[in-house]
């Protein structure tokens, strides 16, 4: 049987957005930055209350379909608890549908919401899965929900049953380490972006992306003067192009002039990783082209506070 948690327990939950792909690791490299979300969670005595202010406010809906509403009945769920009412009011900073993870933060506060609630049943790697389950893939969800940079992958069952495994471990990043993000006004579908993709690619370009994740890899923890060779992709930034091309075009001209630019998720995101500042007149060329900079810092974990 299911235990009730009481009446007015309260949990806040503080999510960072995160940056996936980070140029080669295609759904498997993430990092966790410094621009977050808050939840604040209630038991009330009945029904369901949603309030969202910032980000996606006046858009996204305010009943049992918002997501966070979804990742908390899924994390009492797998704690085995219920409650008789909710209460969730969202602050999001996230800014929604550009390549910062504001789907997968809302999914890990959902779920580390619910775990506070319950008295924190759930390991990280339990709330990775869950929070995981919701958008089919970990990099995203697994920055938030351990910080820092991530690897991340999916085991696929061989018996075509059971669910899929989502797994991740969370890297060390060289302190010197800043990302500068370019966000556009426009949305991007993850969706539709991915259908842009080819089924096949070629042995040459696999061949290639190993590599460079492997190169990624050291350059995060250790050597962060090989960033902009660790951010070269063949696999999947060059065919999102096309749908993408203001994008496309400040990735090829930050790159042009050395830094370190790559394709946030799915976009439309620009993303510099570097350890000096992108020059000011660059930044404000790309204000002045409508575009908004986020000057962020590598992020920890997500963090939840029970009151």
Same mark, same amino acid.
């Given at each position: 049987?299911?235990?009730?948690?009481?009446?007015?327990?309260?949990?806040?939950?503080?999510?960072?957005?995160?940056?996936?792909?980070?140029?080669?690791?295609?759904?498997?490299?993430?990092?966790?930055?410094?621009?977050?979300?808050?939840?604040?969670?209630?038991? +009330?005595?009945?029904?369901?209350?949603?309030?969202?202010?910032?980000?996606?406010?006046?858009?996204?809906?305010?009943?049992?379909? &918002?997501?966070?509403?979804?990742?908390?009945?899924?994390?009492?769920?797998?704690?085995?608890?219920?409650?008789?009412?909710?209460? %969730?009011?969202?602050?999001?900073? +996230?800014? $929604?549908?550009?390549?910062?993870?504001?789907?997968?933060?809302? !999914?890990?506060?959902?779920?580390?919401?619910?775990?506070?609630?319950?008295?924190?049943?759930?390991?990280?790697?339990?709330?990775?899965?869950?929070?995981?389950?919701?958008?089919?893939?970990?990099?995203?969800?697994?920055?938030?929900?351990?910080?820092?940079? %991530?690897?991340?992958?999916?085991?696929?069952?061989?018996?075509?049953?059971?669910?899929?495994?989502?797994?991740?471990?969370?890297?060390?990043? &060289?302190?010197?380490? &800043?990302?500068?993000?370019?966000?556009?006004?426009? &949305?991007?579908?993850?969706?539709?972006?991915?259908?842009?993709?080819?089924?096949?690619?070629?042995?040459?370009?696999?061949?290639?992306?190993?590599?460079?994740?492997?190169?990624?890899?050291?350059?995060? $923890?250790?050597?962060?003067?090989?960033?902009?060779?660790?951010? =070269?992709?063949?696999?999947?930034?060059? @065919?999102?192009?096309?749908?993408?091309?203001?994008?496309?075009?400040?990735?090829?001209?930050?790159?042009?002039?050395? @830094?370190?630019? @790559?394709?946030?998720?799915?976009?439309?995101? %620009?993303?510099?990783?570097?350890?000096?500042?992108?020059?000011?007149?660059?930044?404000?060329? !790309? =204000?002045?082209?409508?575009?908004?900079?986020?000057?962020?810092?590598?992020?920890?974990?997500?963090?939840?506070? %029970?009151?």
């Amino acid at each position: 049987m299911a235990i009730e948690i009481p009446v007015g327990k309260k949990v806040t939950v503080t999510v960072p957005a995160s940056s996936a792909n980070l140029g080669p690791g295609f759904d498997t490299l993430g990092m966790a930055l410094s621009l977050f979300d808050t939840v604040e969670v209630e038991v +009330i005595p009945a029904g369901l209350e949603v309030e969202v202010f910032g980000e996606g406010q006046g858009e996204l809906p305010l009943d049992g379909s &918002h997501l966070v509403v979804k990742a908390i009945r899924s994390g009492l769920k797998a704690s085995d608890c219920e409650v008789p009412g909710l209460r %969730v009011v969202c602050h999001n900073n +996230i800014p $929604q549908s550009r390549g910062l993870g504001s789907s997968a933060a809302a !999914a890990v506060a959902g779920v580390s919401a619910a775990n506070g609630l319950a008295g924190f049943p759930l390991t990280d790697a339990q709330v990775v899965q869950l929070s995981s389950s919701f958008e089919g893939h970990p990099d995203n969800a697994a920055a938030s929900v351990l910080g820092k940079a %991530v690897v991340s992958w999916t085991e696929i069952p061989v018996d075509g049953r059971t669910e899929p495994q989502y797994k991740a471990v969370s890297i060390p990043v &060289h302190e010197s380490i &800043h990302a500068t993000a370019l966000v556009p006004s426009f &949305h991007a579908s993850t969706e539709a972006v991915r259908r842009v993709l080819p089924s096949d690619v070629t042995h040459v370009d696999a061949r290639f992306n190993v590599s460079r994740v492997a190169v990624m890899t050291v350059a995060l $923890q250790q050597h962060p003067e090989l960033l902009w060779e660790g951010t =070269r992709d063949r696999l999947h930034q060059p @065919y999102r192009a096309d749908v993408l091309p203001v994008t496309a075009e400040w990735v090829n001209r930050l790159r042009n002039r050395g @830094y370190a630019a @790559y394709l946030s998720g799915a976009g439309p995101t %620009v993303m510099v990783l570097s350890t000096k500042p992108v020059e000011e007149k660059i930044l404000d060329q !790309a =204000r002045d082209e409508g575009l908004r900079v986020l000057q962020l810092e590598v992020a920890g974990p997500v963090k939840v506070e %029970v009151k």
